[in-house]
């Protein structure tokens, strides 16, 4: 192979990159690869491998996928421009609500540390200000009523940490979903593009058996198995599709009974698995609910990737694999005792 092309493997390395995002990311047209005649993987030549060092810089500045599209084809310097100012823009109001709950953070400290002989509750509440952030201070006696301009910022304040609670939450759309006990068909691949392999697979079965027109729901689910080394190289990735009960798979499939259970559901846009981790934060940070998965990372601990409106996209494509634009991620999870 010439020396100035790299294999997929060797690009996944360098740039930190699993070799999924770079299947996506061509998809797009962000970069394309080359097929060398007798090598049976995808390759890079210098061009592509400095158009995805821009990717990832363009990523790690925290544009969209989209707006990376808009400036690589844009042959000027007017998109990068406009998504530049866009960014600035976004950065400057989360910057804002920082200083927002910095500055609420700061006075609630002043006022605890100048009753520390206090219980912190009695502190919130029997200061007039801090009261109006609880939402208690119009429960309060007449004669402690604070007077209109103190109340009128009370509420500016209240709407000020508001705002910025909004600017800073990254998920704002988890769901608890209960996804029904299924008997599912598994397809699973080791190797070089293991979900391109696996999905293969797996649509081909559903089309033969025509699963849209039979009692299943023809839901699917995708996990890694195994997940990536932190090395990178090689790695697996199994696919479930849901069928009839009594349904026979033939191998290489296997026939797989799905427990079902409660789960964190997150939807994103196919190529954002760097949500994944905000989704962990969620669970890890949540309140009423915890991690119920596997210990072990050969199933990715029990999570699970469904890729949203199977059913239509099946039938939609004749052959091959259904383009996918938006997974559910999904954790196991249970309500704390």
């Known amino acids: 192979m010439d020396q100035n092309l790299a294999t997929i493997t060797q690009v996944s390395r360098a740039l930190g990159l699993s070799t999924r995002m770079l299947r996506y990311y061509e998809e797009l047209g962000l970069v394309k690869s080359l097929r060398q005649e007798g090598y049976a993987y995808r390759i890079y030549d ?9 990717v990832v810089l363009l990523r790690k500045l925290r544009l969209s996928l989209r707006d990376i599209q808009r400036i690589l084809e844009d042959p000027g310097a007017q998109s990068a421009i406009a998504v530049f100012q866009e960014r600035i823009a976004s950065l400057e109001a989360e910057r804002e609500a920082l200083d927002t709950i910095r500055v609420i953070l700061g006075e609630l400290l002043a006022a605890l540390k100048e009753r520390y002989w206090l219980p912190a509750e009695r502190v919130l509440l029997d200061d007039a200000q801090l009261a109006g952030l609880t939402g208690l201070a119009g429960l309060a006696v007449e004669s402690s009523l604070p007077d209109p ?6 509420r500016k304040t209240m709407d000020d940490l508001n705002r910025a609670e909004e600017n800073q939450s990254k998920l704002k759309n988890v769901r608890i979903v209960h996804l029904p006990a299924a008997t599912v068909a598994a397809a ?9 392999h696996a999905g293969k697979m797996i649509a081909d079965f559903t089309r033969e058996n025509r699963l849209w027109e039979t009692e299943s729901s023809v839901r699917l689910y995708g996990f890694n198995h195994p997940n990536p080394p932190p090395e990178g190289g090689e790695y697996g990735y199994e696919f479930w599709v849901t069928i009839p009960e ?3 798979v033939p191998a290489p499939l296997t026939k797989k009974r799905f427990p079902g259970g409660t789960y964190a559901a997150h939807c994103i846009q196919m190529g954002n698995f760097h949500e994944w981790q905000w989704l962990f934060q969620w669970a890890y940070e949540s309140k009423e609910w915890e991690i119920n998965g596997s ?3 050969e199933d990715m601990y029990g999570c699970l990737e469904e890729h949203l409106n199977y059913f239509d996209h099946i039938q939609d494509t004749p052959e091959g694999e259904p383009e996918t634009t938006q997974l559910d991620l999904l954790i196991p999870v249970k309500k704390k005792v």
Do not use: F, S
Not at 46 to 54: F, H, I, P, Y
Not at 188 to 196: A, F, K, R, S
């Open 149 to 154: 301009q103190i109340k009128q910022k009370e």
């Open 246 to 248: 009594d349904m026979e």
């Open 295 to 297: 210990n072990t990372p």
């Open 188 to 196: 699973h691949y080791m190797g070089p593009d293991p979900e391109d």
């Open 46 to 54: 210098e061009e592509a491998v400095r158009r995805l060092r821009q």
